[in-house]
Structures are given as structure tokens and as C-alpha cells.
């Protein structure tokens, strides 16, 4: 549910209680625009977050909900935003085939974060996503594939009168299994949205677009299994573009 799928995210696991923490930073100087193009250096963008993830795994049915804490500051502006961020929860159920794990999900998130429509910078969002997706896995010859296809459907913030674009998330990271419990691989990550609407109305050229690369790192290290993602923003529309650290932990109860 990060900026980036991770190695086993699609995995049939055992049945029982998980909690899983991603720790994660994304710094970036640069703001694209809807071109490309270098629109502003010295943004000074940095997010900083700690996300508790709760799920449940009972014969095929899963169940989710993730709670993140943090906060967002744009040196530039000098401006920030901390506090509890945008409350996620869902659940979904892994199909009846035994070649591939495939795990049909719906997501909503809620608008529960840090948030003042007065203020230029905030954690949460203020709006309502509906964000249904698929995550795949796959396991051969010492390989691992997980793949995530998502789609966020956004609503409308009250607020405002902004209804932020809808996006679509494609994900995906190969593993090999190096020595041990090690393994690692690439990782890639593209999102592409649509415009953003205000009171109903399009505004054009706001869709945004962005495509990372990097690579995933899994060690189990006793009960816990520990995964550092890298993601680079290779490519960019009306985004940031930077850098993306996260360390993810998995204890099964």
C-alpha cells in the first residue's frame, strides 16, 4: 500500500494476525510540469511517515486497515503539516487457482488526516478515496514476481470544491533468492491520473504522471521479515520529482 508493490505483498499467507510498519522518506528538490519540463528546482518537498498496518488472513479472506502518522514539509514555503494521516481499510479474498496467487482487494480511505483547507501544505487529504486492486504472486526456481494493478477513485473535497484526478498504479518487483532468507531485485512503479476537477468543472493540463525505478531488498531476520525499498523518479508530470526510502517489517502473531 507504499509508494511501491514489495517482495511477497500478493503472497498467500498462513492464516493468522499480522502487523506489518512501513518507515518510509521522500525528498524532492524539483517540481515538473505537465510536459516534463523542469517547472521549479529548490522546492525543498520532504514526507516523512510511519504507517501501522493490521491484517488478517482466515481461509483466503484477508482484511486490512492501516493507520499512518507523520507529516509533510516544503522548505521553500516553509510551510508543514504533522499529525495522524488518512486512515486506510479494506478486505478482499485470494481466487480458488493454485499456479499464481491472485488477491482481489477494496480499499477505502478515509479523510481522518491532518487538515486546514486554509493552509497551502497538509498531511491528510480531506477527500474520500474508493481504491480497488489486484495483487499477484508468483514463485518459481528460486524467483519471486508480485505485481499490483490499482485505481484510485477519488471523490470531491467539500472544503474545497476539488475533486483530485482519479489515478491508475501499476507496480511491480522481481526477486531472486541470493543466499539464505536474502533476496532482491528491481522494482518499478507508474501512475498516470486524470485532471483535476473544481466544482465540477476540468481543469486542463493538471493530469499528473510519474514513473520510478529501483529495487527491493527482503532478509527474514527470526520472526520478522524486513523489506528496504529505493524508488527513483525517473519521469514526471505535475509532480515532484525525488527519491523514495522505505523499511518494511512483517511480525506474524
Not at 520532504?46 to 492501516?66: D, H, K, N, P, T
Not at 479494506?90 to 481522518?112: N, R
Not at 541470493?178 to 491520473?193: D, H, I
Amino acid at each position: 500500500m507504499g509508494y511501491g508493490v514489495n517482495i511477497y505483498d500478493g503472497v498467500r499467507a498462513p492464516d493468522g494476525m499480522y502487523l506489518l510498519t512501513y518507515s518510509s522518506v521522500y525528498h524532492a528538490d524539483d517540481v515538473r510540469d505537465s510536459s516534463g519540463d523542469l517547472a521549479r528546482d529548490g522546492y525543498g518537498y520532504y514526507s516523512v511517515q510511519e504507517i501501522f498496518r493490521g491484517a488478517w488472513y482466515y481461509r483466503g479472506v484477508v482484511v486490512s486497515a492501516l493507520v499512518p502518522v507523520g507529516g509533510v514539509y516544503v522548505d521553500s514555503a516553509g510551510r508543514g503539516s504533522f499529525g495522524a494521516g488518512d486512515i486506510t481499510a479494506g478486505a478482499g479474498f485470494f481466487l480458488p487457482v493454485s499456479c499464481v496467487d491472485i488477491l482481489p482487494m477494496l480499499f477505502v480511505k478515509f479523510p481522518s488526516g491532518e487538515y486546514d483547507s486554509s493552509e497551502t501544505v497538509n498531511y491528510g487529504s480531506g477527500q474520500y478515496d474508493i481504491r480497488p486492486m489486484v495483487f499477484i504472486h508468483k514463485a518459481a526456481r528460486g524467483f519471486t514476481v508480485d505485481a499490483v494493478a490499482k485505481y484510485y477513485r477519488r471523490l470531491e473535497n467539500h472544503d474545497t470544491g476539488v475533486k483530485p484526478g482519479d489515478e491508475i498504479h501499476l507496480q511491480a518487483v522481481a526477486a531472486y533468492n541470493l543466499f539464505g532468507t536474502f533476496r532482491a531485485g528491481p522494482s518499478v512503479s507508474w501512475m498516470r491520473g486524470r485532471n483535476r476537477e473544481i466544482d465540477g468543472e476540468a481543469q486542463g493540463n493538471t493530469a499528473g504522471e510519474m514513473l520510478s525505478l529501483g529495487g527491493d531488498f527482503y532478509v527474514r531476520a527470526g520472526c520478522i521479515g524486513i523489506t528496504f525499498t529505493w524508488l527513483n523518479d525517473l519521469y514526471a508530470r505535475n509532480r515532484t520529482d525525488g527519491n523514495y526510502y522505505q523499511i518494511k517489517t512483517v511480525l506474524k502473531f
